[in-house]
């Protein structure tokens, strides 16, 4: 074993991405759901990176900067919708925030 | 013998998916954010074994510095404690672990199939990802996403201010 084949590192991606789609769904927190959602940003990253490595292009380097800006821009708006969220209901649970549902 | 490759790929990854595990089991937010740097920092190295040298930098800098220094202080300026489990919304655990299995299990599937195990990647295989190459394919190719990121920001600082404001009535 001398080489890490590149079907390991997408896998891993995939891994990751699963895990925060898992996060997303069960979890009811909104600040964790919120966490969710930048772990499977991340998972996707790396696909970018391996796929940057695998065609020798700097091009996926590029898309993963473009999603780390667009992730750090959700997250001030995101925290700032909590924020805003909490201080009108005091509650961060996702169940008690359905006023859309019904 | 195996290679320093290996045993990197193999130590960060486990270190990426036991954190990853414990962002979804932990109960407390602060946990789950503490996790999620591990996450980070660990995909950092990856991106490193990659030759991304530059996006391995912004990583720590951008994700586990800024974004998760962000999310521990709302956590506690909002001071969120252990979540309470309401026990609705069971459709989505009943119907996400048969799905979410069956997503990993298609997805590493093809994978597999697509790459053969002789596509491999070796540390200094691709040197392109240095700030030069990052910077130049920035300024020439991608100039104009560049510059609407540039907008997008300067709106999202607009959202957060705006939303994050005392009420003035």
Redesign the interface.
Known sequence: MTAVPISWYLTLSAVLFVLGVAGFLFRRNIITVFMSIELMLNAVNLSFVTFAYHNKDVSGHLFTFFVMVVAAAEAAVGLAIILTVYKNRSTLNIDEVNSMKN | ???P??IL?VAF?LI??VS??N??VQTH?IS??LS?VG??GS?AI??L????E??AA??VI??AG??MV??VF??M??N?GT????G??FM??LL??PL?VA??GL??YF??R??S??????FG??T??SAQ??GH??FT??LL?FEV?SV??L???L??VV??RKEMD
């Open positions: 013998m195996i290679s490759d290996v790929f990854a990426a998916v990853a595990i962002v979804v937010p789950s954010a999620l996450v980070m995909l990856l991106y074994l990659l030759g991304a530059f996006i912004a990583q951008v994700y800024a974004v962000l999310f709302v956590i300026l909002l969120a979540e309470v489990r309401t609705r919304s989505a655990q996400g672990v979410l997503l990993l997805v590493a994978v597999q697509i790459y195990p002789r596509e491999t990647v070796h295989g691709f392109g990802g190459d990052i394919a920035l190719t991608y996403p990121t997008l920001i709106i999202a600082i959202g957060a939303l994050a």
